[in-house]
């Protein structure tokens, strides 16, 4: 996943998918693959970048 190898010591944001099955896992990503993976890419063109909810 996008938390292994160097990306693990350079994370940078926190994904939240919503899926069909109403599960919500929360990823650790780190820039590269947030500006670079196919996924990650397609869902900030279509849905726009959240900034992430204060609690």
Same mark, same amino acid.
């Given at each position: 996943?996008?938390? &292994?190898?160097? @990306?693990?010591?350079?994370?940078?944001?926190?994904?939240? =998918? $919503?899926?069909?099955?109403?599960?919500?896992? &929360?990823?650790?990503? @780190?820039? $590269?693959?947030?500006?670079?993976?196919?996924?990650? +890419?397609?869902? +900030?063109?279509?849905?726009?970048?959240?900034?992430?909810?204060? =609690?």
């Amino acid at each position: 996943m996008a938390s &292994r190898g160097d @990306c693990d010591h350079k994370l940078v944001a926190e994904v939240r =998918p $919503e899926f069909s099955d109403g599960t919500t896992p &929360r990823w650790r990503v @780190c820039g $590269e693959w947030l500006t670079s993976h196919p996924s990650a +890419i397609a869902h +900030i063109t279509t849905n726009g970048f959240r900034e992430p909810a204060v =609690p």
